[in-house]
Protein backbone atom coordinates (compact mmCIF):
# COMPACT_ATOMS: atom_id res chain seq x y z
CA UNK A 1 0.00 0.00 0.00
CA UNK A 2 1.64 3.32 -1.02
CA UNK A 3 1.87 6.26 0.93
CA UNK A 4 -1.45 8.35 -0.42
CA UNK A 5 -3.56 5.25 -0.22
CA UNK A 6 -2.98 4.77 3.44
CA UNK A 7 -4.61 8.60 3.71
CA UNK A 8 -7.82 7.04 2.89
CA UNK A 9 -10.44 6.66 5.20
CA UNK A 10 -12.86 4.66 2.74
CA UNK A 11 -15.30 2.70 5.24
CA UNK A 12 -14.67 4.92 8.76
CA UNK A 13 -17.00 6.54 10.45
CA UNK A 14 -16.40 9.84 12.32
CA UNK A 15 -17.62 11.79 14.75
CA UNK A 16 -16.80 15.85 15.12
CA UNK A 17 -17.84 18.08 17.74
CA UNK A 18 -18.62 21.55 16.97
CA UNK A 19 -18.70 20.62 13.11
CA UNK A 20 -20.76 23.56 12.67
CA UNK A 21 -18.71 26.20 11.43
CA UNK A 22 -14.82 27.35 10.96
CA UNK A 23 -12.56 24.36 11.95
CA UNK A 24 -14.52 21.75 13.02
CA UNK A 25 -16.65 22.16 9.32
CA UNK A 26 -13.47 22.49 7.66
CA UNK A 27 -12.24 19.24 9.29
CA UNK A 28 -15.37 17.34 8.90
CA UNK A 29 -15.30 18.38 4.89
CA UNK A 30 -11.63 16.94 4.82
CA UNK A 31 -12.32 14.13 6.57
CA UNK A 32 -15.35 13.64 3.59
CA UNK A 33 -12.86 13.97 1.00
CA UNK A 34 -10.81 11.17 2.17
CA UNK A 35 -13.62 8.57 2.49
CA UNK A 36 -15.21 8.76 5.76
CA UNK A 37 -18.73 9.29 6.80
CA UNK A 38 -19.28 11.93 9.04
CA UNK A 39 -21.35 12.60 12.21
CA UNK A 40 -21.74 16.42 12.65
CA UNK A 41 -22.34 17.10 15.66
CA UNK A 42 -22.99 20.90 17.65
CA UNK A 43 -25.83 22.90 19.27
CA UNK A 44 -26.73 24.97 16.39
CA UNK A 45 -28.98 22.49 14.67
CA UNK A 46 -28.43 24.73 11.01
CA UNK A 47 -25.39 24.78 11.48
CA UNK A 48 -24.61 20.81 11.62
CA UNK A 49 -27.38 20.85 8.44
CA UNK A 50 -25.29 23.37 6.44
CA UNK A 51 -21.57 21.13 7.00
CA UNK A 52 -24.17 17.95 6.43
CA UNK A 53 -24.92 19.19 2.76
CA UNK A 54 -21.38 20.05 2.24
CA UNK A 55 -20.38 16.09 3.05
CA UNK A 56 -23.44 14.72 0.83
CA UNK A 57 -22.11 16.89 -1.39
CA UNK A 58 -18.75 15.31 -1.72
CA UNK A 59 -20.84 12.07 -1.98
CA UNK A 60 -20.41 10.90 1.66
CA UNK A 61 -23.28 10.27 3.94
CA UNK A 62 -23.52 12.57 7.05
CA UNK A 63 -25.86 12.13 10.17
CA UNK A 64 -26.26 14.92 12.15
CA UNK A 65 -27.10 15.25 16.44
CA UNK A 66 -27.49 18.23 17.91
CA UNK A 67 -25.03 17.78 21.18
CA UNK A 68 -24.01 20.03 24.01
CA UNK A 69 -20.74 18.32 25.03
CA UNK A 70 -20.84 19.62 28.60
CA UNK A 71 -23.78 17.59 29.63
CA UNK A 72 -23.26 14.27 29.55
CA UNK A 73 -26.47 13.02 28.70
CA UNK A 74 -26.46 14.56 25.76
CA UNK A 75 -23.26 13.04 24.46
CA UNK A 76 -24.16 10.00 25.48
CA UNK A 77 -27.41 10.35 22.97
CA UNK A 78 -25.38 11.29 20.27
CA UNK A 79 -23.09 8.72 20.82
CA UNK A 80 -26.11 5.61 21.06
CA UNK A 81 -27.76 7.61 17.96
CA UNK A 82 -24.43 7.51 16.17
CA UNK A 83 -23.86 3.28 17.19
CA UNK A 84 -27.54 2.84 16.21
CA UNK A 85 -27.05 4.81 12.53
CA UNK A 86 -23.65 3.30 11.81
CA UNK A 87 -22.84 0.70 14.16
CA UNK A 88 -19.25 2.21 14.93
CA UNK A 89 -16.88 5.09 15.78
CA UNK A 90 -13.59 5.00 14.26
CA UNK A 91 -12.64 8.08 14.80
CA UNK A 92 -13.60 11.06 17.42
CA UNK A 93 -12.46 14.53 16.71
CA UNK A 94 -13.06 17.13 19.64
CA UNK A 95 -13.12 20.10 18.12
CA UNK A 96 -16.10 21.68 20.86
CA UNK A 97 -14.88 24.63 22.19
CA UNK A 98 -14.00 28.49 22.63
CA UNK A 99 -13.88 31.63 24.95
CA UNK A 100 -16.18 32.02 27.16
CA UNK A 101 -17.91 34.25 29.58
CA UNK A 102 -15.24 35.94 31.94
CA UNK A 103 -12.67 35.16 29.56
CA UNK A 104 -10.36 38.48 30.08
CA UNK A 105 -10.96 38.94 33.78
CA UNK A 106 -9.04 39.62 36.64
CA UNK A 107 -9.17 36.35 39.07
CA UNK A 108 -11.58 38.22 41.51
CA UNK A 109 -13.73 38.73 38.90
CA UNK A 110 -13.97 34.89 37.94
CA UNK A 111 -17.09 33.73 39.57
CA UNK A 112 -17.83 29.96 40.24
CA UNK A 113 -19.92 30.22 37.01
CA UNK A 114 -17.57 31.66 34.77
CA UNK A 115 -15.15 29.34 35.71
CA UNK A 116 -17.08 25.80 35.38
CA UNK A 117 -18.28 26.77 32.16
CA UNK A 118 -14.81 27.93 30.75
CA UNK A 119 -13.43 24.62 31.88
CA UNK A 120 -16.66 22.06 31.19
CA UNK A 121 -16.42 24.01 27.66
CA UNK A 122 -12.74 23.32 26.65
CA UNK A 123 -11.96 19.90 28.83
CA UNK A 124 -15.20 18.25 30.86
CA UNK A 125 -16.83 18.20 27.15
CA UNK A 126 -14.02 16.43 25.59
CA UNK A 127 -13.74 13.66 28.67
CA UNK A 128 -17.35 13.52 28.31
CA UNK A 129 -17.25 12.57 24.26
CA UNK A 130 -14.24 9.92 25.35
CA UNK A 131 -15.45 8.31 28.10
CA UNK A 132 -18.42 7.19 26.19
CA UNK A 133 -16.96 6.77 23.57
CA UNK A 134 -13.03 4.64 24.30
CA UNK A 135 -15.06 1.56 25.51
CA UNK A 136 -16.78 0.87 21.89
CA UNK A 137 -13.07 1.57 20.46
CA UNK A 138 -11.46 -0.84 22.62
CA UNK A 139 -14.38 -3.71 22.47
CA UNK A 140 -13.79 -3.14 18.49
CA UNK A 141 -10.21 -3.47 19.08
CA UNK A 142 -9.00 0.13 17.33
CA UNK A 143 -9.59 3.58 17.69
CA UNK A 144 -8.47 7.53 16.77
CA UNK A 145 -9.00 10.14 18.95
CA UNK A 146 -8.16 13.72 17.92
CA UNK A 147 -8.36 16.26 20.79
CA UNK A 148 -7.65 20.26 19.74
CA UNK A 149 -5.99 22.08 22.59
CA UNK A 150 -4.17 25.76 21.45
CA UNK A 151 -1.50 27.56 22.04
CA UNK A 152 -2.48 28.86 25.22
CA UNK A 153 -2.10 25.04 26.51
CA UNK A 154 1.68 25.37 26.61
CA UNK A 155 1.81 29.18 27.74
CA UNK A 156 0.17 31.48 29.51
CA UNK A 157 -1.73 34.70 28.84
CA UNK A 158 -2.20 36.93 31.12
CA UNK A 159 -6.12 37.64 32.45
CA UNK A 160 -6.74 34.20 30.66
CA UNK A 161 -7.49 31.87 33.31
CA UNK A 162 -10.29 29.39 32.53
CA UNK A 163 -9.35 28.91 28.58
CA UNK A 164 -5.11 27.90 29.64
CA UNK A 165 -6.24 26.01 32.46
CA UNK A 166 -8.49 23.86 30.30
CA UNK A 167 -6.54 23.35 26.91
CA UNK A 168 -3.53 22.42 29.37
CA UNK A 169 -5.61 19.82 30.98
CA UNK A 170 -7.01 18.54 27.88
CA UNK A 171 -2.96 17.87 26.31
CA UNK A 172 -2.42 15.59 29.79
CA UNK A 173 -5.65 14.14 29.68
CA UNK A 174 -4.90 12.91 26.22
CA UNK A 175 -1.54 11.47 27.23
CA UNK A 176 -3.22 9.32 30.13
CA UNK A 177 -5.32 8.65 27.51
CA UNK A 178 -2.49 7.29 25.46
CA UNK A 179 -1.04 5.36 28.42
CA UNK A 180 -3.91 3.39 29.71
CA UNK A 181 -5.34 2.82 26.15
CA UNK A 182 -1.90 2.23 23.75
CA UNK A 183 -1.89 0.07 21.28
CA UNK A 184 -6.16 -0.28 20.84
CA UNK A 185 -6.50 3.25 20.74
CA UNK A 186 -4.54 6.25 19.57
CA UNK A 187 -4.70 9.96 21.21
CA UNK A 188 -3.19 12.71 19.49
CA UNK A 189 -3.59 16.48 19.71
CA UNK A 190 -4.08 19.57 17.37
CA UNK A 191 -2.83 22.98 18.52
CA UNK A 192 -4.72 25.47 15.42
CA UNK A 193 -3.00 29.23 16.03
CA UNK A 194 -5.07 31.85 15.10
CA UNK A 195 -7.60 31.80 12.55
CA UNK A 196 -10.14 34.21 11.09
CA UNK A 197 -13.37 32.68 12.59
CA UNK A 198 -11.93 32.85 16.16
CA UNK A 199 -13.11 36.60 17.05
CA UNK A 200 -13.46 39.31 13.91
CA UNK A 201 -11.72 42.05 16.18
CA UNK A 202 -8.83 40.45 17.33
CA UNK A 203 -8.44 39.06 13.62
CA UNK A 204 -8.66 42.76 12.31
CA UNK A 205 -6.13 43.53 14.95
CA UNK A 206 -3.16 40.49 14.22
CA UNK A 207 -3.72 41.54 10.94
CA UNK A 208 -1.94 44.70 11.71
CA UNK A 209 1.42 43.62 12.10
CA UNK A 210 3.61 40.49 10.98
CA UNK A 211 3.09 38.45 14.90
CA UNK A 212 3.91 35.10 13.35
CA UNK A 213 6.89 34.12 11.34
CA UNK A 214 4.24 33.41 8.40
CA UNK A 215 2.97 36.87 8.36
CA UNK A 216 -0.30 35.87 8.69
CA UNK A 217 -3.75 34.13 10.03
CA UNK A 218 -4.51 30.46 9.14
CA UNK A 219 -6.92 29.17 6.66
CA UNK A 220 -9.35 26.72 7.78
CA UNK A 221 -9.11 24.86 4.69
CA UNK A 222 -5.42 24.38 5.86
CA UNK A 223 -6.18 22.40 9.49
CA UNK A 224 -8.29 19.83 7.49
CA UNK A 225 -5.59 17.87 6.07
CA UNK A 226 -3.98 17.71 9.07
CA UNK A 227 -6.61 15.93 10.73
CA UNK A 228 -6.99 13.59 8.11
CA UNK A 229 -3.18 12.66 8.69
CA UNK A 230 -3.98 12.15 12.34
CA UNK A 231 -6.87 9.97 11.38
CA UNK A 232 -4.76 8.22 8.48
CA UNK A 233 -3.08 4.64 8.97
CA UNK A 234 0.35 7.06 7.83
CA UNK A 235 0.00 8.06 11.75
CA UNK A 236 -0.09 4.12 13.48
CA UNK A 237 2.76 4.57 15.51
CA UNK A 238 2.17 8.53 16.79
CA UNK A 239 0.47 8.59 20.27
CA UNK A 240 0.02 11.39 22.91
CA UNK A 241 1.92 14.12 20.61
CA UNK A 242 0.66 17.48 19.94
CA UNK A 243 0.84 19.03 16.56
CA UNK A 244 1.13 22.81 16.44
CA UNK A 245 -0.69 24.53 13.25
CA UNK A 246 0.27 28.35 14.05
CA UNK A 247 1.86 29.90 11.40
CA UNK A 248 5.60 29.16 13.72
CA UNK A 249 3.82 31.57 16.77
CA UNK A 250 5.40 29.38 19.38
CA UNK A 251 8.32 29.06 17.68
CA UNK A 252 9.18 32.51 17.42
CA UNK A 253 6.36 34.96 17.08
CA UNK A 254 3.58 35.74 19.35
CA UNK A 255 5.33 34.09 22.56
CA UNK A 256 5.23 35.27 25.62
CA UNK A 257 1.90 36.16 25.69
CA UNK A 258 0.85 40.10 26.72
CA UNK A 259 4.25 41.83 27.34
CA UNK A 260 4.99 42.33 23.79
CA UNK A 261 6.19 46.64 23.77
CA UNK A 262 3.82 48.42 21.81
CA UNK A 263 5.85 50.73 19.32
CA UNK A 264 5.51 51.97 16.08
CA UNK A 265 6.54 49.60 13.32
CA UNK A 266 8.71 51.55 11.22
CA UNK A 267 10.18 50.72 7.37
CA UNK A 268 7.84 47.66 7.10
Not at 140 to 161: E, H, P, Q, W, Y
Not at 181 to 210: C, R, S, T
Amino acid sequence: MGVLDKLRLDGKIAVVTGAGRGLGRAMSLALADAGADLVATARTASQIEETAQLVREKGRECLTVTCDVTDSSSVQAMVEATLAEYGRIDILVNNAGGVTPGFANKLPDIDDRMWRTGIDTNLTGAVYCCRAVIPHMVERGSGKVINVTSGFGLRAGRDNFMYTSAKAGLINFTRSLTMTYAPVVQANLIAPGLFPHDDPAMAEWWKQGKFTPMGRLGKDEELGPLCVFLASDLTSYMNGQIIVLDGGGLAGGHAPTGFAPVVPLEGV
